[in-house]
């Protein structure tokens, strides 16, 4: 019997949707894209012109009506995903929501809470859980090569010390609910820890800006630590002050060894280059970007290049999606999780403004 095909309408029709969504959609057989809402088409930007056939609306009003949708995307800003996801669970929609998922807990229990009563499945983009080096990493820590983890450290650091230009049509430097740097970058490193080591039970947290000049007090910077009582001391880091030609990416010891890797996973570059999810190269990382680990041999220590593994790329994500729509596995990423990551950001938030560790 051929596999149920789910209608997909996305709201918004930005970067977001068009460079993170679309491109794996189409890798997924059992994923339609049946609808689009676009506030405004332009001749040179109109989502019905470049996917004939779909349904193109002005309003996610519209949309949530149409019967023939099965699951809604929301790619807008964060400060408008909980009406949105709110909307479209109320009109019996499963959700995809981007990252960061909403702005505080108490919204995201609200939405979690809601899903479940409308028995519909509520989904967060963490598809970061899919970037090579990620997985690689996780490989070597959950099959013992680094022994017990002491430390863990995790970054997304950039040399960005200017202020940068105003643009409205940008909130990823914009001082709004759910902006910042620990929404945008530490939704995916925070997420990321959890999802390998489970929730902490201390966080202690510095937020706040690195550059000189910040005339809309946009916070540009975090450190995270999470305490673990059987587990590592975990550092989650962006800076935007950080000249280096190689930008650290993981740094993990375990009492067997180390695992040090530099730059970032190469899918979002190739992304903006043109390459596509189903190109041979996409998501394979040059040899140059490898790894390094290092154990102890005859009391020594040895460091070897360790190559990153052949990855699921961010396609995993949808396709994982597509098993749960048909009952055969679990969310790739759930509302639930997602909302314990938001609580982990307003704890560091409360840590960063009182000066002091806070317990989970």
């Not at 820590?141 to 430390?151: D, F, M, P, Q, T």
């Not at 039970?201 to 550059?211: A, H, P, Y």
């Amino acid at each position: 019997m051929a596999s149920k095909t789910w209608n997909v309408g996305v709201v918004g029709y930005g970067f977001s949707a068009k460079t993170f969504h679309l491109p794996f959609l189409r890798e997924v057989p059992q994923l339609k894209l049946y609808a689009v809402v676009q506030r405004t088409p332009k001749p040179e930007d109109d989502a019905e012109k470049d996917h004939p056939g779909i349904k193109s609306y002005r309003t996610s009003e519209e949309m949530v009506k149409d019967e023939g949708v099965d699951v809604v995307i929301i790619t807008t800003a964060p400060d408008s995903h909980y009406e949105l996801a709110k909307l479209a669970l109320e009109n019996g929609k499963h959700v995809v929501c981007e990252k960061p998922f909403v702005p505080t807990s108490k919204e995201a229990n609200g939405l979690v809470a809601l899903a479940q009563k409308q028995n519909k499945l509520l989904a967060v983009y963490q598809n970061r859980r899919w970037d090579a080096d990620f997985v690689t990493l996780s490989k070597l820590v959950k099959n013992g090569s680094l022994g017990r983890i002491a430390e863990f450290e995790t970054h997304f650091d950039r040399h960005r010390p200017e202020e940068p230009a105003a643009d409205v049509s940008k909130w990823k430097n914009k001082v709004i609910p759910g902006g910042s740097a620990i929404y945008d970058l530490g939704s995916h490193l925070l997420d990321q820890v959890v999802h390998l080591f489970g929730l902490p039970n201390r966080v202690t947290g510095f937020i706040g800006s690195q550059r000189e000049v910040n005339t809309s007090g946009f916070e540009d910077s975090f450190t995270v630590l999470f305490h673990y009582n059987k587990g590592p001391l975990v550092t989650a880091k962006a800076a935007v002050v950080s000249p280096e030609e190689e930008q650290l990416r993981f740094w993990v010891r375990g009492d067997k060894g180390s695992f040090k890797k530099f730059h970032l996973d190469v899918q979002e570059e190739q992304l903006k280059s043109g390459i596509k999810p189903g190109d041979s190269v996409y998501g394979r990382e040059p040899s140059e970007r490898y790894g390094f680990l290092t154990t102890i041999q005859n009391g020594q220590p040895v460091r070897e290049v360790t190559p990153t593994v052949e990855p699921p790329t961010w396609t995993e994500y949808y396709r994982k999606l597509a098993r749960a729509l048909a009952g055969e596995g679990d969310l790739p990423a759930s509302g639930a999780e997602a909302r314990d990551v938001i609580r982990l950001i307003e704890l560091a938030q409360e840590s960063s403004k009182q000066g002091k560790t806070i317990d989970v």
